[in-house]
């Protein structure tokens, strides 16, 4: 079994910054790839960011480029998520995702992954 630990979520205002992390346990952290997904309650679970095993490449939705950045230490088996310039449709609860490495990752995939946290709440008022 795989854990994946999301913490950092919460309340902010629009324009305020959050720093979403997430540990993985009882796994190699570089056999994974590591992505941020979101999710409302009336919205498919989307895509927001990805990170290669190594940390080398990066992927973003559209939504969140230019705002939100993806990093990850190795060393401490951490994701990390940094929110800046929130606004109020950044309002979701925010899961963290593990997928095995292989050669054609396809980060923007639900499917790939195969290890769910249980999510951390960020709600953005006006």
């Known amino acids: 079994q795989v854990d994946l630990a999301e913490s950092g979520g919460g309340l902010a205002q629009a324009g305020d910054s959050l720093r979403l992390a997430c540990i993985l346990s009882?796994?190699?952290?570089?056999?994974?790839?590591m992505g941020w997904w979101r999710q409302t309650p009336d919205k498919e679970r989307e895509f927001v960011a990805g990170?290669?095993?190594?940390?080398?490449?990066?992927y973003y939705a559209d939504s969140v480029k230019g705002r939100f950045t993806i990093s990850r230490d190795n060393a401490q088996s951490t994701v990390y998520l940094q929110m800046n310039s929130l606004k109020p449709d950044d309002t979701a609860v925010y899961y963290c995702?593990?997928?095995?490495?292989?050669?054609?990752?396809?980060?923007?995939?639900?499917?790939?992954?195969?290890?769910w946290g249980q999510g951390t709440q960020v709600s953005v008022s006006p």
């Open positions: 009882r796994r190699r952290f570089t056999n994974y790839a």
């Open positions: 990170i290669s095993w190594s940390g080398g490449s990066t």
């Open positions: 995702a593990a997928g095995r490495n292989h050669g054609s990752f396809h980060y923007m995939a639900r499917a790939e992954y195969d290890y």
